[in-house]
């Protein structure tokens, strides 16, 4: 075997393990969070896809450095569970939304869900940057909880959103804030800089990755009557024009931050490419 495959060989066999101890990690966690991850809702292929899909799109990172953007990650499909498949009534949407950004702002955590992210938030502490960038963090927190919000009425009220309202409401899909999280806690100087600057790439590919994931899970959204962009009057040529423009412009936003901090721009190349390669769906949005 040539030298230059058994070389990509190790690096695919080492971010399979680096996976693997980031997946070990959070399941430790979700025992430490009482109830809020239930089996019939968070089997092993979902602790699997969202270490695969980090360890990837950092394989030079230890597990250690990727403990929060996994963590975060994880604390997202947990909150995404208690809006879309918990809570009967806005109100309580709108309480559960209160809670969280008062654990944010420092409050002492009442619930699983809001001591999990009270835990979050302790760790990002531990990073002398986060005192300055606590402000963006809570901002993006607070966007992720109003776009949820927003699908829960949409979904409620049988509304119907065109696709450019959808889009627009893609921080409901929590990428950008396991983002955001994943950079205080350990990006370089001049990314840490400049992260509302990378806020603004990190929503470009949350868009692409939002209409990626509806594509991959219409079946179990209907089956679970969750919100999709297929279900919505859209087509899927019209869904598969509009991530590959979304792509585009994710591509030519990313490239001028690579000269700057090529890590956090390969990083997000990879959040892209990554999961559209595990979900089998092509830059076009259709399935291989």
């Not at 809020?36 to 950092?58: I, K, N, V």
């Not at 994943?182 to 790439?201: G, M, P, Q």
């Amino acid at each position: 075997m040539p030298d230059h495959e058994l070389d990509e060989a190790f690096e695919l066999g080492r971010t399979c393990a680096l996976a693997a101890e980031c997946g070990r990690d959070l399941r430790r966690c979700a025992q430490m969070y009482g109830g809020l991850f239930p089996a019939p809702g968070f089997g092993a292929e979902d602790y699997t896809a969202l270490t695969l899909s980090m360890a990837f799109s950092a394989p030079w990172a230890s597990a250690a450095r990727l403990k929060v953007a996994n963590r975060a990650a994880l604390w997202v499909l947990a909150v995404d569970r208690l809006v879309d498949h918990t809570a009967t009534t806005r109100e309580q949407v709108t309480r559960l939304t209160r809670e969280c950004l008062s654990v944010a702002d420092g409050a002492v955590p009442r619930s699983a869900v809001t001591r999990f992210l009270a835990d979050l938030r302790d760790e990002l502490a531990t990073v002398r940057e986060f005192g300055d960038l606590r402000w963006l963090w809570r901002d993006q927190l607070a966007r992720m909880l109003a776009g949820m919000t927003r699908a829960w009425v949409w979904r409620d009220t049988s509304a119907v959103p065109t696709l450019e309202h959808y889009l627009g409401n893609a921080d409901s899909r929590g990428s950008c804030f396991v983002d955001v999280s994943h950079w205080i806690y350990t990006a370089d100087d001049w990314a840490k800089a400049h992260l509302e600057e990378l806020r603004t790439v990190s929503r470009k590919v949350q868009r692409y990755l939002h209409l990626l994931g509806d594509v991959a899970s219409y079946r179990r959204d209907m089956s679970w009557g969750d919100l999709n962009v297929l279900a919505l009057g859209v087509s899927r040529a019209e869904v598969a024009e509009a991530m590959a423009g979304l792509e585009r412009e994710a591509t030519a936003l990313i490239e001028p931050v690579r000269g700057r901090s090529p890590r956090t721009a390969v990083y997000l190349r990879r959040r892209i490419g990554f999961n559209a390669g595990y979900t089998g769906i092509s830059g076009e949005g259709r399935a291989r």
